[in-house]
């Protein structure tokens, strides 16, 4: 238990951003629920933006059946010879961290926690300098712990990354 929980002070956080998203955030999900039998599921997602000036967005969503999501640790692991990290963001909601130290090589470590759980199922939100837009194989989203509101661990098979990359509907400015 105080693993999920102190997961969050251990890793550094260096996130930050002060653009503009061109994703819509609070947006409902695209995908259809987890499925009842999945009592202590969550389902991970990545979700992309337009490629824009060279600049391309991921969203990273978490999404639970109906328990809320208490705590999360997560690795996003990337081609780092097409896509350059250059910054993200999170809501404000709990506390979250994000570990860029080992960017360059590909890898992006973040973890968060709410005691009171957390609403929204974007976790996490990337920027890529990157001369085309993503592609699937270039990306990919490794779950490592999750908590449920109420404490309970859920277990390593009840953790799934959906593969492939999705669309977001994007704010028109």
Not at 44 to 65: F, H, K, N, R, Y
Request: net charge negative.
């Amino acid at each position: 238990m105080k693993r999920y929980w102190m997961v969050g002070l251990v890793l550094l956080a260096c996130a930050g951003c002060a653009e503009r998203s061109v994703l819509e955030p609070g947006l409902s999900s695209p995908f259809p629920p987890l499925p009842s039998d999945e009592v202590d599921g969550v389902r991970g997602s990545l979700l992309v933006g337009p490629w824009i000036d060279g600049v391309q967005e991921v969203a990273v969503w978490m999404e639970t059946d109906d328990r809320r999501l208490g705590a999360y640790q997560a690795m996003l692991r990337f081609d780092p010879s097409s896509l350059r990290y250059a910054g993200s963001e999170s809501s404000e909601e709990g506390f979250r961290v994000l570990n860029s130290e080992h960017a360059a090589g590909g890898e992006l470590r973040f973890a968060g926690f709410n005691a009171v759980g957390f609403e929204d199922p974007e976790v996490l939100r990337i920027r890529f300098e990157s001369d085309r837009l993503a592609e699937p194989d270039e990306l990919q989203l490794l779950i490592e712990a999750v908590g449920t509101l109420e404490g309970e661990a859920v277990p390593e098979a009840k953790m799934s990354a959906q593969p492939g990359l999705y669309a977001l509907p994007v704010r028109m400015n």
